[in-house]
T-cell receptor, first 115, second 112 residues
Framework: DTEVTQTPKHLVMGMTNKKSLKCEQH?????MYWYKQKAKKPPELMFV???????INESVPSRFSPECPNSSLLNLHLHALQPEDSALYLC??????????????FGAGTRLSVL | AQSVTQLGSHVSVSEGALVLLRCNYS??????LFWYVQYPNQGLQLLLK??????LVKGINGFEAEFKKSETSFHLTKPSAHMSDAAEYFC??????????FGAGTRLFVKA
């Protein structure tokens, strides 16, 4: 199983709403990532968890709050977003060691629209 | 600092023609390099990786890439394009931590 599953596939929210994006993998990977991707642009790294601990936060605004409840799950909690936060949010996972440690497996993403 | 540069934001080829997508890298240490593909409304999928073993790397879907240190290049090729190859292609470099730096991407169009 080389699948990373993201839910929901699409999300529309108002600027006062609170919502969460979910990501799940069962490959035994211990590193999990959140990326933001705007149209016609490469993915931008937001957060990295390694062994359920936040390892990298790329100066992301606090209206985005990541959570890693266990080694298979990754959440991204959203609150008081702005219209410019509308984008495709991608989750990825990778092994945490060895020569393949940074080969990332991506989910299909959540298309977020903030109204 | 490490970086990758993809030459050409758009490439258009006819079905059956050679595909060549260009990527140049900058790195002070031996790099790990990747090509990812993104189909519309999907996430990224690894096409192939270079990890300092063979310089000619074969990937999925008939793609291959050659690592040329003298030219600091890692161009992606496929002998014969298929309509299903139409997608966005990203060259990427592993920085050694958890960060992968992606190129700006090249959109491949395949004409019938």
């Amino acid at each position: 199983d080389t699948e990373v599953t993201q839910t929901p596939k699409h999300l529309v929210m108002g600027m006062t709403n609170k919502k969460s994006l979910k990501c799940e993998q069962h490959m035994g990977h211990r590193a999990m990532y959140w990326y933001k991707q705007k149209a016609k642009k490469p993915p931008e790294l937001m957060f990295v968890y390694s062994y359920e601990k936040l390892s990298i936060n790329e100066s992301v605004p606090s209206r985005f709050s990541p959570e890693c409840p266990n080694s298979s799950l990754l959440n991204l909690h959203l609150h008081a977003l702005q219209p410019e936060d509308s984008a495709l949010y991608l989750c990825a996972s990778s092994q945490d060691q060895g020569i393949a440690k940074n080969i990332q497996y991506f989910g299909a993403g959540t298309r977020l629209s903030v109204l | 600092a490490q970086s990758v540069t993809q030459l050409g934001s758009h490439v258009s080829v006819s079905e059956g023609a050679l595909v060549l997508l260009r990527c140049n890298y900058s790195s002070s240490v031996p790099p790990y390099l990747f090509w990812y593909v993104q189909y519309p409304n999907q996430g990224l999928q690894l096409l192939l990786k270079y990890t300092s073993a063979a310089t000619l790397v074969k990937g999925i879907n008939g793609f291959e890439a050659e690592f040329k240190k003298s030219e600091t290049s890692f161009h992606l090729t496929k002998p014969s394009a298929h309509m299903s190859d139409a997608a966005e292609y990203f060259c990427a470099i592993d920085t050694g931590g958890f960060k992968t730096i992606f190129g700006a991407g090249t959109r491949l169009f395949v004409k019938a």
